[in-house]
């Protein structure tokens, strides 16, 4: 049986190189994979091209390694609620591509199809449709996007078993599943890590065959943006 | 002082018309809601629509970080840190709830699925193009998925002020901003009145109570054409 379990964070990242390319699950604080994100801070590996929806939050997140200036270049849809994302673009110490989310959705998954492109009609006529190859489909004009290669891709599932089935909880799937779909190599971070067999097949997210390694993080914080309660 | 005091002539002008808050925008927008349908709700007085969805009208709301089926927010033991809608706000589902990733919410939306989507702007030109993602030099958060809802919903519907804090009209012949998607908005609900675009532009199919047509055609900068039934508006 395949077993692509390793010990922990430090060691499922421990060849991502400084320079390289890297996809991170995760909605906001949402489903982020913490114990690698931790890691990579560790680690100092910098010049990094980073993959994900969102830039985190000053003092957690993706934030972590921007405070470290690890980040050469973010590749994004929304990155408020970050002034030191802010600051760095401003002064041009990073580079930044905003993209919209559904586009960035599904150059993540085109790639874990084996699609090298996709047409969407997002952004057609704005900024981001500069150039940029177009099609018209249907009287309607669509925009050439290609598939994301990430050299490594870091996600974070609810429970995950030994040959690397994914489940996930709630909204926190959002990017997840994408992003480890578009890995050369990929780690997987769960809350619960289970023997092969334990879960439902029918119940699987995501094969294994998209992950190859996975560890049981720890000391999870998920940390929550926008803490908000029913009026009494 | 010149500047300001003039600033603040217009700012007492403008709020000496009987317009309405947010939650009547709010309020009248969710008049368009019909039974059986998929809604998007964009944050700010987009996410307010939700409180005033009419009795017997029964929507599933969709939140495009992966969740069909938005229920209130939660009470203080229920908070759960994995469960947000899009303003990454904690939330609850309702009973027929279903989660999915983010392609597939986007695919969705792009399929044509969702039959509504509202959401708010800085500007709208009246052949229905909107911008609403950028201010160059000054804001630089990226334009998350609005322009994936801008670009392949059947039916947007806009709430927004008329006029922004300078007291300029944000209802223009021509966005000055940067776009975030072309001729597509279908209707304007501001604090004013109701506007559908059409091709004469804006056309005002309701005032907002104790609002003069003179008034909305002194604030609105894009061609405005009065509909020949327009009525005043009815807000509960």
Redesign the interface.
Known sequence: MINKVVKDAQVAIADIQSGMTVGLGGFGLCGIPENCITALVKKGVNNLTCVSNNAGVDDFGIGLMLQQKQLKKMIASYVGENAEFERQLLSGELEVDLIPQGTLATRLLAAGYGMPAIFTPAGVGTEVAQGKETRLFNNKEYLLEYAFELDFAIVKAWKGDTQGNLVFRKTSRNFNPLVAMAGKITIAEVEELVPAGDIDPDHIHLPGIYVHRIFEGKDYEKRIEQRTVAKQ | MKSLSHHLIIKLSHHQINMLDKNQIAKRIAQELQDGFYVNLGIGIPTLVANYIPQGVNVVLQ?????LGIG?????ED???????A?????T?VAGSA?????M???M??AGKVDLTILGAMEVADNG?IANWKIPGKM?????????LV??AKNIIVAMQHVNKAGESKLLAQCSL?????KCVKKVVTELGVFDITPQGFKCIEYAPGVSLDYIKEKTLGRLVIADDVREMVVG
């Open positions: 939140s495009e970080n992966g969740l209130p927010f939660p009470q203080e908070i759960d840190a994995d469960l947000i809608n303003g990454k706000q904690t939330i589902t989660f999915f990733d983010s392609a919410s986007f695919g939306i792009r193009d630089v958060k990226g334009m998350g998925g609005a322009m994936d670009a392949s940067p776009i975030t998607g072309l």
